[in-house]
């Protein structure tokens, strides 16, 4: 579904992706770790046109993305759950959701619509409660949550998560991964980009491993687990905790 | 003087709802973009001047020669748009660089239609007639009464607008986050060409209204530029209510210290108490409709 190819991107002369490929099957459950500064969050901003590209190809479904506009991609089908959530803090959560069916607008019927606002309100039903009152005043939990949903209410075909559990309590992030497996269950494509390694190589079937802007493994997330390799790369935040 | 009370208070209100409807044109492109427009009062300029080019006395019906001033200005307010601030927005410039390149364009304007149209002040016939009508213990002119209820009519407009349209909540959500609005699939250069030809379009409108009052000239821009500027952030920029309201509040102060202390200290009296205000309440009297947290910023 999705082939990156020998991705570069450059912040100024500073290359922060260095020719990373990687591939998406439909269906799959990706994950890409490493520690910070690897280069992660990068290939997700650049994978939903927010960084331009310097030089490879970003392959969906046979089209080259580099050239269609960030507000484009998502009616090709891509949505990302950005890092910080992102969420209009100004407008209410309905009015966040509504939004995040923006591309809709014109092709789909309304009644479609409210039914995924009902989904996605099932699937996070403390939002159900707080639909007219603003994201900015959400708890951090509850705006990661609204996060997902608004890149649900756009229908991906692709998901694209940056760091859902960071900062959450343990139970919060748990439950918001929980609702995240149940999607890939019923057959959504996520890539999900986790410092936290234990958490992104329990979600996900395959993962790669990120350092310093190169691709330095991949694998079945059940074999990256007991490769020495991660366990070394890990070894100096281990214990630390993530900040 | 007591006695003129009332008439003060009334001719107040009317040309507080113009400041109104030049302070709702702010509001609008703040809303979507961020920006001060300066040459706000350019619109509200061209709608009137426009309408006097296209009228030519009486060759062309007032309502087409308006509707054609209308749809000029809000041309004009696109081509500004994509010349003079597209180019900055691709390249993010910093926020002072809009107030200035619109500053610039509020020059350039009025010199334009000085030499292009005019420099004589004009003005056309009232849409009514001219008897005054008897309201209560004022009389007004019919044209003032057309003044309010275009006022009413666009406030209450863009509050749907932005309230209750898609369009419109994507408008605000640019506002707060751009590349979050990119990512819902909000086309974020058209939303912006958009707000420019709303703010356009509407000082076009309130320069249509306001003309057989006042006559217009090349040179009243800046005036209205800088009570509309001063009504939005009375009533806290962004709120399209509080735009009115602000305006409403600037436009009967005005009229009261005109009379009371001199005409000569009326601009004193109104910039002091809009000191005043922005001192107790820095964010206006009203919560702005799309409040950053100093994180957006």
Redesign the interface.
């Known amino acids: 579904m999705l082939a990156v190819e020998e991705l570069v991107v450059a912040y100024g002369r500073i290359q922060a992706l260095r020719g990373v490929s990687l591939t998406v099957g439909r269906g799959e459950y990706v994950g890409v770790i490493g520690p910070n500064g690897a280069g992660k969050t990068t290939l997700l901003l650049a994978l ?3 960084l331009p590209v310097a030089a490879g190809r970003i392959v969906l479904d046979g089209e080259d993305l580099a050239r269609v ?4 991609r ?2 090709r089908g891509v ?2 759950v ?1 890092e910080g959530r ?6 209410s959560v309905r ?1 966040n959701l ?3 069916a ?2 809709r ?1 014109r092709t789909a019927p309304r009644a479609e619509v409210r039914a995924d606002l009902e989904m996605v309100l099932d699937l996070f039903p403390v939002l159900r409660g707080r639909s007219r009152q603003l994201a ?1 005043t959400l708890s951090g939990g509850e705006q990661q949550m609204l996060a997902v949903g ?1 890149a649900l209410m ?1 229908r991906p075909r692709l998901l694209l998560l940056d760091e859902p559990s960071l900062g959450l309590a343990p139970v919060v992030a748990a439950e918001i991964l929980g609702a995240l497996g149940r999607l890939h269950a019923q057959g959504l494509t996520c890539l999900l980009v986790e410092q936290d390694a234990t958490l992104a190589l329990e979600a996900t079937s395959r993962s790669y491993v990120f350092r310093t802007g190169l691709v330095v493994a991949h694998g079945s997330s059940a074999e990256l687990r007991r490769n020495p390799l991660v366990e070394e790369i890990y070894l100096g935040s281990a214990g630390s905790g993530e900040c | 003087m007591l006695s003129l009370l009332p008439l003060l208070v009334v001719n107040g209100i009317v040309f507080g709802a113009i400041y109104g409807l030049n302070a709702v044109g702010f509001s609008v492109m703040y809303n979507a973009t961020n920006i001060i427009n300066f040459a706000q009062g350019e619109f509200l300029m061209l709608g009137g001047m426009l309408t006097l080019l296209f009228y030519g006395d009486g060759r062309v019906p007032l309502p087409v020669a308006a509707a054609g001033a209308v749809l000029a200005t809000t041309l004009i307010g696109l081509l500004i748009e994509r010349a003079a601030i597209r180019p900055l927005w691709r390249r993010r410039a910093k926020d002072w660089t809009y107030v200035f390149m619109l500053f610039a364009v509020a020059t350039v304007l009025p010199n334009a239609v000085m030499l292009a149209i005019s420099r004589d002040a004009a003005t056309f016939p009232a849409f009514s007639g001219t008897r005054p009508l008897a309201l209560g213990g004022v009389t007004v002119a019919p044209q003032a009464l057309w003044v309010l209820g275009l006022t009413a009519v666009v406030a209450l407009g863009l509050h749907g607008f932005f309230n209750h349209t ?1 369009t419109g ?2 408008m ?2 640019i506002a ?2 751009r ?10 250069e058209r939303m912006v060409a958009l707000s420019f030809a709303l703010s356009a379009g509407l000082g076009a409108l309130a320069g249509v209204v306001v003309t057989p009052l006042i006559t217009t000239q090349f040179n009243i821009g800046l005036p209205f530029t800088l009570k509309g500027f001063a009504a939005a952030v009375i009533g806290g920029l962004g709120n399209i209510g509080g735009a009115i309201v602000g305006g409403l509040i600037l436009g009967v102060l005005e009229a009261l210290s005109s009379a009371f202390v001199s005409s000569m200290y009326g601009d004193a009296v109104t910039y002091g108490i809009l000191l005043v205000i922005l001192l107790v309440r820095p964010s206006g009297l009203f919560r702005p ?5 100093q994180e ?1 910023i």
Do not use: D, Q
């Open positions: 939903s046109g927010a506009p960030p507000h484009a998502v009616s949505a990302i950005p992102e969420v209009f803090g100004p407008l009015e509504e939004l995040g923006y591309h607008r900015a608004r756009s | 898609l909540k994507a605000k959500a707060v986050n590349r979050a609005a990119a990512w819902m699939g909000i086309p974020v409709l799309v409040e950053l947290t957006e």
